[in-house]
């Protein structure tokens, strides 16, 4: 059974650091490029951080590049999320989600496998 596990999310003031963790089971992530999404109350879900199958190559949306890390560790089946300087634009519910093949990691439909998400709320 295909299982994307988030956590690590909660309520933190702006400024603040979360580190998201998302464990997977069913299947070996190595062959996967993994992604972080968000989505905020009445807008649509956006791309957060991809990485690519070792770790080499990170991509980020332009609203946390430089604040957020992506990372993964295939040994373990995990990929994290490391947030610092978050906002409160920043809170949404996040998800995890993993990309088989060559599809932009950046698209929404390119993923085939998506956890139940994680909420992230940061005061101002």
């Known amino acids: 059974q295909v299982q994307l596990v988030e956590s690590g999310g909660g309520l933190v003031q702006a400024g603040g650091s979360l580190r998201l963790s998302c464990a997977v089971s069913?299947?070996?992530?190595?062959?996967?490029?993994m992604g972080w999404f968000r989505q905020a109350p009445g807008k649509e879900r956006e791309f957060v951080a991809g990485?690519?199958?070792?770790?080499?190559?990170?991509y980020y949306g332009d609203s946390v590049k430089g604040r957020f890390t992506i990372s993964r560790d295939n040994a373990k089946n995990l990929v994290a999320l490391q947030m610092n300087s978050l906002k409160p634009e920043d809170t949404a519910v996040y998800y995890c989600?993993?990309?088989?093949?060559?599809?932009?990691?950046?698209?929404?439909?390119?993923?085939?496998?998506w956890g139940q998400g994680t909420q992230v709320t940061v005061s101002s």
């Open positions: 989600a993993a990309l088989s093949g060559y599809g932009n990691i950046r698209t929404m439909s390119a993923y085939n496998y």
């Open positions: 069913g299947f070996t992530i190595n062959n996967y490029r």
């Open positions: 990485v690519d199958w070792s770790g080499t190559y990170t």
